[in-house]
């Protein structure tokens, strides 16, 4: 572990001796004056609905604020509790999901709905422990709930979370390895707990620093004026508030090529639904190749569809390229059309294309086929 000397001062701070500042209080009285407003976060003052944290929390997993608004109030409309959410089916649960990526998340929120219904008679564990065990569940996501639901006192660390702490200690360490230090670093940082009680503002602490990474100390061109903590950051004093978190060179995975075949019969498209394990699970695609680092077009070509009666297939200009988690993806999109009747091969349907924006189809297939049917 590399740190500076004020912030291994600090760790020690943790360890046991009297705090030098008081950033918990400072943190916490901005954060009842600045607070944002948020779709799943109650007035001031008012009860915390575990069920739309959860749904939030899980939505936030790699998707920003702004997009998840509009998908909350959605999902909240149709299933405004766990139970209801518990008996929607899973394909309604992908429908809806469609376009925030990351598919098993859908999945994950689905069976975890049914394992609160089922074995927590419909109430959701309040404790990290008890609610790491529900799907899709993990170490961050356990403690964002206990925290902002039960005020239990313990410290999420999210991105926003990460860069304040790594500044306000100027932690030299780069990240992934320096999150064990980072996370003691953010610990710190909750308000005391009452006398004999377990539970503190802990939710309040970690949502104060969750906003003020947000709107005042971003990646780029930190508000340090407005901060409530500027008197006491190392970064600053270095002026090297940009510089941190340190991080790592990132490793990219290797780009997979593949085409996908946009065919038509009048105004419908032929599409199949993914096997339920793996990348994109259960969504629903365009025939399409292998997706293969260095395949070339005419052994992708290779792996059309083979329908009666269809017409010799147009390649578009272009690709459609899209980014997944480990490896960037460039398809080249081939379109054709079949007559009125033409039976789908085994394992496809053909769907109207005026109800396609029903179908769980995640982002990439949604460029696809825009670019496909598109002029
Ligand atoms: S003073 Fe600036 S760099 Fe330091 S925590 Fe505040 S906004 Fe971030």
């Known amino acids: 572990m590399t740190l500076s000397g004020a912030a291994r001062k600090e760790t020690s701070v943790t360890d046991g001796a009297a705090a030098s500042t008081d950033r918990p209080a400072l943190l916490l009285a901005w954060y009842d004056r600045h607070r944002r407003r948020l779709p799943w976060r109650p007035p001031a003052g008012e009860r915390t609905d575990p069920y739309r944290v959860w749904l939030s929390e899980i939505m936030l997993q790699q998707t920003g604020v702004k997009t998840v608004g509009p998908y909350f109030e959605k999902f909240l409309a149709r299933w405004p509790d766990v139970a209801a959410l518990a008996g929607a089916s899973l394909d309604d649960v992908l429908r809806m999901w469609a376009g925030l990526g990351y598919y098993s998340r859908a999945r994950n929120l689905h069976a975890c709905a049914v394992a609160v219904a089922r074995e927590h008679g419909g109430a959701f564990p309040d404790t990290e422990e008890g609610l790491r065990a529900l799907p899709g569940i993990g170490p961050y996501t356990a403690a964002a709930i206990a925290a902002i639901a039960f005020d239990r006192r313990t410290m999420p660390v999210d991105g926003n979370i990460e860069r304040v702490v790594s500044r306000l200690f100027a932690v030299e360490e780069p990240l992934p390895q320096a999150k064990p230090v980072i996370q003691q670093l953010a610990a710190s940082l909750l308000g005391p707990s009452r006398a004999g009680d377990e539970k503190s503002r802990a939710g309040d602490s970690a949502q104060a620093l969750m906003d003020l990474g947000a709107s005042i100390c971003t990646p780029k061109k930190p508000a340090c004026s407005l901060c409530p903590l500027n008197e006491d950051c190392m970064a600053r004093a270095q002026g090297t508030q940009e510089t941190f978190p340190r991080k790592l060179a990132k490793?990219?995975?290797?780009?997979?090529?593949?085409?996908?075949?946009?065919?038509?019969?009048?105004?419908?498209?032929?599409?199949?639904?993914?096997?339920?394990?793996?990348?994109?699970?259960?969504?629903?695609?365009?025939?399409?190749?292998?997706?293969?680092?260095?395949?070339?077009?005419?052994?992708?070509?290779?792996?059309?569809?083979?329908?009666?009666?269809?017409?010799?297939?147009?390649?578009?200009?272009?690709?459609?390229?899209?980014?997944?988690?480990?490896?960037?993806?460039?398809?080249?999109?081939?379109?054709?059309?079949?007559?009125?009747?033409?039976?789908?091969?085994?394992?496809?349907?053909?769907?109207?294309?005026?109800?396609?924006?029903?179908?769980?189809?995640?982002?990439?297939?949604?460029?696809?086929?825009?670019?496909?049917?598109?002029?």
């Open 251 to 375: 490793k990219t995975g290797e780009l997979r090529r593949g085409a996908a075949f946009v065919v038509t019969r009048g105004d419908e498209l032929l599409v199949r639904t993914r096997p339920e394990k793996g990348l994109l699970g259960g969504m629903t695609e365009v025939p399409g190749s292998e997706w293969r680092a260095g395949q070339d077009d005419k052994a992708a070509l290779k792996q059309a569809p083979e329908l009666k009666g269809i017409a010799p297939w147009h390649r578009k200009a272009g690709v459609v390229t899209h980014v997944f988690t480990h490896f960037p993806l460039e398809l080249a999109i081939y379109t054709s059309s079949v007559p009125a009747r033409t039976r789908a091969p085994e394992g496809m349907r053909w769907v109207p294309v005026a109800t396609l924006p029903g179908e769980a189809l995640p982002n990439v297939m949604r460029k696809v086929v825009a670019h496909g049917l598109g002029e």
